[in-house]
């Protein structure tokens, strides 16, 4: 018996067989990153194909290594009085830092092998990326996770939500920042930003890469702040000490490729 939307966090059950919400919202974001990074490598000259292969190969890297982030953060808390439960992954549980960190490495060697400028790829793909992480926050909403701290009903209601965010804030006895909302928003409002500002000014390949960094850094460190559910290394958020890095890496890039890099225009297709 098929049965749609059981309960919040329940898409579909086909007999015992049931399909997550969280699974279909990420899958969705990956699916729109996957067209969006194929529309502008089409616009470079490049077979279709190749992103085809690309993005299957990276949502499995990617996937396992939010999942490794997330256990390795978590594991006394979560993990080692029942270990096999760290491959439930669709119990939640994916932390977005540990898939950007093996998607770039697996990025890497794969365009390289296919002699594709890592920094052309990454123009193409990464804002792209943006529009995947604002809709895997969604997941987290219909998991009831990453939310901030607690808040009045009145304070979400000034926020004009619609009334099912605001009743799926109440969480454990109490009305909480829908701190995912805030950093999906953040999300696209960069994307577009990177989408319809940087790269109409962007003279050197690479900016649209690094800016990536630079945009998802700050609105990450903010919206961590928020959070009551942080991975912690000691009294440090990681999250937070990560984006310090992401707009590190970003500003120093920006500024490399404007000094050494390629210019958009000398670039061509092998």
């Given at each position: 018996m098929i049965r749609f939307f059981e309960d919040f966090q329940t898409?579909?059950?086909?007999?015992?067989?049931s399909i997550q919400w969280y699974a279909v919202v990420i899958l969705c974001g990956a699916f729109i990153a996957y067209l969006l990074g194929q529309y502008h490598f089409k616009k470079l000259g490049y077979n279709k194909e190749i992103l085809s292969d690309y993005f299957f190969a990276l949502l499995f890297v990617g996937i396992i290594g939010a999942r490794i982030w997330y256990v390795i953060f978590?594991?006394?808390?979560?993990?080692?009085?029942?270990?096999?439960?760290?491959f439930a992954v669709w119990h939640g549980g994916l932390?977005?830092?540990g898939g950007i960190f093996t998607g770039l490495i697996f990025s890497y060697f794969f365009f390289k092998k296919r002699n594709i400028p890592f920094l052309v790829a990454g123009d193409a793909i990464m804002p792209g990326v943006l529009i995947a992480q604002a809709c895997g926050r969604w997941g987290n909403f219909f998991n009831h996770e990453a939310f901030g701290g607690e808040v009045t009903l009145e304070f979400l209601q000034s926020l004009h939500l619609p009334d099912f965010i605001i009743k799926n804030m109440y969480i454990g006895g109490a009305y909480h920042h829908p701190t995912f909302l805030y950093e999906s928003l953040a999300n696209v409002i960069a994307f577009l930003l990177i989408l319809f500002v940087i790269r109409k000014l962007q003279k050197h390949i690479g900016v649209q890469f690094f800016?990536?960094?630079?945009?998802?850094g700050i609105l990450r460190f903010f919206v961590e702040g928020l959070r009551t559910d942080s991975l912690m290394f000691g009294p440090i958020r990681v999250a937070q000490l990560i984006s310090i890095a992401f707009l590190a890496v970003g500003?120093?890039?920006i500024l490399y490729v404007h000094k050494k890099g390629m210019l958009v225009e000398e670039f061509e297709v092998e």
């Open positions: 898409f579909v059950s086909i007999g015992p067989i978590t594991f006394d808390e979560l993990y080692a009085s029942s270990p096999m439960e760290v932390a977005i830092h800016s990536y960094f630079v945009f998802y500003i120093a890039g």
